[in-house]
């Protein structure tokens, strides 16, 4: 052992005082333990601490400095300290934290074992400790707010995904809804189209119906007329062929058949009374006329609908029903009573037209050519005034035909068809 220089113990004292204010300038509690975690030295951080001086901690528990009077049995500091000491010995660090609720205060404890300075020995283990006491609550602070910033972000990316995806749904469903609308545009597109052109072709049916009859009755009448009259001149230049009276009194016959025929053609065409009185007024009108026409049937009405409750949509059609109906009856049913029923209640107007003829036979008559053409009519009809035909019989029975045209309440048309 070498003998101990005098000269250098100022340079010792110097030394020291240096290295505790090194230790005074931390911001941690820095203690010297002894084995049974009494604190043997202090830097001044316990009086900045307000844990008493330097002088007052030597020789109390590390626990008793920071926690005076504590009496809490299940202390985390004496806990995290008494548990800390003898794991020490193995040569490793050990490090806990404490939380005080009521001064919102972290504590990190660091207990390092101490080393010998004999760089030459073999790690010679000294049994004393440095306990570092930091104060990590703004720390701790600054970490809790991060977690609960980063969960209120999640909650907010979720709840934003969440809105994204709501209006994603609503927007997908805003197209489907287009595409379905544009589609039933298209649609009712084409059907208009469809019915326009069955309506030019029922158009064109009618004229060539209408030139039909004009050709066979009142042109054929009409060629017979002058017939007779040229034949009546013949007579009057030449008195030797006898009398022109029977050819007069013939043409004058003629002339009153055709003039019968005029007036049937001009029935079945547009009345003036459909537009002068309205729909109702029009089916009174053509039952009577066509009981006129017909003297062999018997026609009993049951019109109880107004004028201004047939909507001015559907009084032409109305009427055409009318006419196709009876004149189908007259024609081809064998009938000797027709009943026409025409109402408008709660539910919308009612046209019903009943016969006691000899039904639907299903062998190929006249009636049953009619079948094709009149229902298909009388259905379009119906359909395009948003009604509905239907038709039942029985062989032997008589036929019933009915159209329904839903209405609300409030649609009447001001009587007159425009
Ligand atoms: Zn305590």
């Known amino acids: 052992m070498r003998p ?19 230790a005074d300038a931390l911001s941690a509690i820095v203690c010297l333990l002894s084995p049974e975690g009494i604190v043997l030295r202090a830097n001044r951080v316990v009086e900045q601490w307000g844990l008493g001086c330097v002088s007052a901690v030597i020789g109390k528990t590390a ?39 009521q001064s919102n205060q972290t504590l990190q404890f660091v207990l390092r074992p101490m080393r010998s300075g004999d760089e030459t020995a073999d790690s010679v283990r000294d049994s004393r400790s440095v306990l570092l006491v930091n104060d ?3 720390l701790r602070q600054a970490q809790q707010g991060l977690i609960e910033g980063n969960a209120n972000l999640e909650v907010r990316v979720r709840q934003r995904t969440r809105e994204l ?9 805003e197209v489907a809804r287009r595409q379905q609308a544009e589609r039933e545009l298209l649609a ?63 043409a004058v016959q003629r002339i009153h058949e055709t003039a019968d025929g005029i007036r049937a053609i001009s029935m079945n065409l547009r009345p003036p ?12 009108w053509f039952c009577r006329e066509f009981a006129a026409t017909y003297p062999h049937l018997t026609i009993l009405t049951d019109i109880s609908a107004e004028n201004s409750e047939i909507p001015a949509r559907i009084a032409t059609h109305l009427f055409r029903c009318v006419q196709e109906l009876l004149n189908n009856v007259a024609k081809h049913a064998a009938a000797n009573t027709v009943w026409v029923t025409l109402q408008r209640d709660a539910a919308g107007l009612r046209l019903e037209i009943r016969d006691d003829g000899q039904g639907m036979a299903g062998e190929a008559t006249d009636h049953s050519k009619w079948l094709g053409s009149g229902i298909r009519n009388l259905r379009e009809r119906a359909e395009m005034t948003g009604g509905k035909f239907s038709l039942t019989s029985r062989t032997g029975s008589g036929a019933v035909a009915e159209i329904r045209w839903p209405l609300v309440t409030k649609e009447t048309c001001e009587g007159k068809v425009e």
């Not at 995806?165 to 469903?173: G, T, V």
């Open 4 to 22: 101990f220089n005098e000269s250098l113990l100022p340079l010792i004292q110097k030394a020291k005082q240096e290295w505790e204010c090194t």
């Open 273 to 284: 009374v459909l537009d002068n009185l309205g729909a109702a007024s029009a089916t009174v």
């Open 136 to 138: 990590v609550s703004a």
């Open 63 to 101: 626990h008793a400095v920071l926690h005076p009077d504590c009496s809490d049995l299940h202390c985390g500091v004496a806990a995290g300290l008494a548990a800390a000491l003898p794991r020490l010995q193995e040569g490793n660090a050990q490090e806990f934290e404490y939380f005080a609720a």
């Open 188 to 250: 009712s597109r084409n059907n208009l189209a469809l019915l326009s052109e069955q309506l030019i072709q029922a158009q064109e049916q009618e004229r060539r119906r209408i030139a039909l009859e004009l050709h066979d009755s009142v042109g054929q009448s009409l060629s017979a007329i002058k017939y007779t009259l040229e034949r009546a001149i013949i007579m009057v230049q030449r008195p030797e062929l006898g009398s022109p009276e029977n050819a007069l009194t013939s």
């Open 165 to 173: 995806a709501d209006s994603n749904r609503e927007l997908r469903n």
